[in-house]
């Protein structure tokens, strides 16, 4: 991660503003999902995609009791479960 030098501060219940520049670059809009991760001591943001739960994709997905899966994975369960 690098800075780009833009420094904001933290409202009084914990709230911060992305820059404009930011969330344009990043096609994030209101109401839109954010993703927070943490490593060490780093605090990462990123827009929230869903997900296959198998393996990540986010392409041609197929919603299953509340869960996403992939086509993909799909086939290889079918030819797990035909074995």
Do not use: Q, W
């Not at 990462?44 to 869960?67: N, Q, R």
């Amino acid at each position: 991660m690098r800075s780009i030098g833009i420094v904001r501060h933290m409202d009084e219940v914990g709230r911060l503003v992305l820059p404009k520049e930011i969330r344009d670059r990043f096609k994030i809009v209101e109401k839109d999902p954010v993703e927070i991760y943490v490593e060490g001591n780093a605090i990462a943001l990123k827009k929230y995609e869903i997900k296959c739960i198998f393996c990540g994709d986010t392409k041609e997905l197929i919603e299953y009791k509340d869960k996403a899966v992939c086509e993909k994975c799909i086939t290889r369960l079918l030819v797990l479960k035909d074995e």
